[in-house]
């Protein structure tokens, strides 16, 4: 299956500030998934990543809280803009390679202070 | 809209006895793929399995096996003889395809296998 690197791997950022979390998948995959996971929580879809395009988002999310980049089929950055506490989550990509189960990355656990 | 419901929150058993955790989804889809994940408290999400719409055969890994109902809208997990290292948070996940095929996730499932 295919393996991500996901980093920062955590991170306490101040309030009023952005962070910029980045995935790097070891094969080229068309659709790049972001999720957050708040603490005790399940998983929720941000936004699904096309290369080439602009990012489709959730409902409840937006571009100008949670910007996307997409610059080619292997990598892609999640930003958390204009942080305050409750953005405290785990946040992670995911691919489907297509043959097997979705491949996580292992995480970015995002503390705001 | 596809759904995923996981009506145990918690579950408690004492090593060695086989626990169940059910899963019921929700789809228009006539092509759809199940999977079950793993959270053990390091946080990773592990991959355990995918089933797709069209396989409705039980499948057994080891001490883990999986009882998909189309009928019943059900892919539920059964671990036999469990151990403390299954303790862990357990998620179903449902996806379309296409288009569709971002994964729906149910709340999860937090086993404690107890010595």
């Known amino acids: 299956s295919a393996v991500i690197s996901q980093k920062p791997s955590r991170d306490i950022c101040q309030r009023g500030t952005s962070l910029t979390i980045q995935c790097q998948v070891d094969?080229?995959?068309?659709?790049m998934f972001w999720y957050r996971q708040q603490p005790g929580q399940s998983l929720t879809l941000i936004a699904t990543?096309?290369?080439?395009?602009?990012?489709?988002?959730e409902s409840g999310f937006v571009i100008d809280k949670f910007p996307i980049s997409r610059p080619n089929l292997t990598f892609s950055t999640l930003t958390v803009s204009n942080m305050s506490p409750e953005d405290s989550s785990i946040y992670l990509c995911?691919?489907?390679?297509?043959?097997?189960?979705?491949?996580f990355g292992s995480g970015t656990r995002l503390t705001v202070v | 809209a596809q759904k995923v419901t996981q009506a145990q929150t918690e579950i408690s058993v004492v090593e060695k006895e086989d626990v169940t955790l059910d899963c019921v989804y929700e789809?228009?889809?006539?092509?759809?793929?199940l999977f079950w994940y793993k959270q053990p408290p390091s946080g990773e999400l592990v991959f355990l399995i995918r089933?797709?719409?069209?396989?409705?055969q039980n499948e057994i890994s080891g001490r883990y096996s999986w009882n998909f109902q189309k009928s019943t809208s059900s892919f539920n997990f059964t671990i036999t003889a469990s151990q403390v290292v299954d303790s862990a948070v357990y998620f179903c996940?449902?996806?379309?395809?296409?288009?569709?095929?971002?994964?729906?996730f149910g709340k999860g499932i937090t086993l404690s296998v107890r010595p």
């Open positions: 089933r797709n719409s069209f396989d409705e």
């Open positions: 094969s080229q995959v068309t659709m």
């Open positions: 996940a449902l996806s379309g395809t296409g288009a569709n095929s971002k994964l729906t």
């Open positions: 990543a096309n290369q080439g395009s602009e990012a489709t988002y």
């Open positions: 995911s691919v489907d390679p297509g043959w097997n189960g979705y491949t």
């Open positions: 789809t228009r889809d006539t092509t759809y793929y």
